[in-house]
T-cell receptor, first 112, second 117 residues
Framework: DTAVSQTPKYLVTQMGNDKSIKCEQNLGHDTMYWYKQDSKKFLKIMFSYNNKELIINETVPNRFSPKSPDKAHLNLHINSLELGDSAVYFC???????????FGQGTRLTVV | AQSVAQPEDQVNVAEGNPLTVKCTYSVSGNPYLFWYVQYPNRGLQFLLK??????LVKGSYGFEAEFNKSQTSFHLKKPSALVSDSALYFC???????????????FGQGTELSVKP
């Protein structure tokens, strides 16, 4: 019954690898997001998609490529991982007409 | 540009005492304001929101927040703190750019609440 679910919860990988994080929401929301939480716990938006269309791309390196196969899914693919990519990545969703966003449990990415 | 600020990195409270976690905002137009809580190794959970209406907003787990337009503040409060309230609290404002396509949340830097027995 999880509203916004992300997999995996933890991801440890070596520099230079390519990895993906998956997100699914069962709330029927139109908009999905990726947020990044850095080591100082600061949260910042990376991307948003509305009905599978990219709306917001917040100056994220092009090694990060979101993909939305349908309204309920937003995946994040990261190429050539760097140490600085280590962070917690949160997926979220919201209804366009509703102001609140619902967040997943987060994916803790560690690049070694 | 929309922004929120949480002036305290950490708030320490004794169990049973009232707690306040501060948030101030800077927006053009009417603000949509939120509080979220993050428990250790868990995702963000929605606590409450202010869109319009009564300045005192009630939310989950006994929390409430008071919207004060003249002071541009949206402080989170609880009359009697519990040890289980210890967590990281985020104030956020809805950026109205791209509002019709979902917009985005702009978060404060977070306040670590520690409630001691």
């Amino acid at each position: 019954d999880t509203a916004v679910s992300q997999t995996p919860k933890y991801l440890v990988t070596q520099m230079g690898n390519d990895k993906s994080i998956k997100c699914e929401q069962n709330l029927g929301h139109d908009t999905m997001y990726w947020y990044k939480q850095d080591s100082k716990k600061f949260l910042k938006i990376m991307f948003s998609y509305n009905n599978k269309e990219l709306i917001i791309n917040e100056t994220v390196p092009n090694r990060f490529s979101p993909k939305s196969p349908d309204k309920a899914h937003l995946n994040l693919h990261i190429n050539s991982l760097e140490l600085g990519d280590s962070a917690v990545y949160f997926c979220a969703s919201s209804q366009v007409s509703g102001p609140s966003a619902f967040f997943g449990q987060g994916t803790r990415l560690t690049v070694v | 540009a929309q922004s929120v600020a949480q002036p305290e990195d950490q708030v320490n409270v004794a169990e049973g005492n009232p707690l306040t976690v501060k948030c101030t905002y800077s927006v053009s137009g009417n603000p949509y304001l939120f509080w979220y809580v993050q428990y250790p190794n868990r995702g963000l959970q929605f606590l409450l929101k202010y869109i319009t209406g009564d300045n005192l907003v009630k939310g989950s787990y006994g929390f409430e927040a008071e919207f004060n337009k003249s002071q541009t503040s949206f402080h989170l409060k609880k009359p009697s703190a519990l040890v289980s309230d210890s967590a990281l609290y985020f104030c956020a404002v809805r950026d109205l750019a791209f509002y019709n396509q979902g917009g985005k949340l702009i978060f404060g830097q977070g306040t670590e609440l520690s409630v001691k027995p």
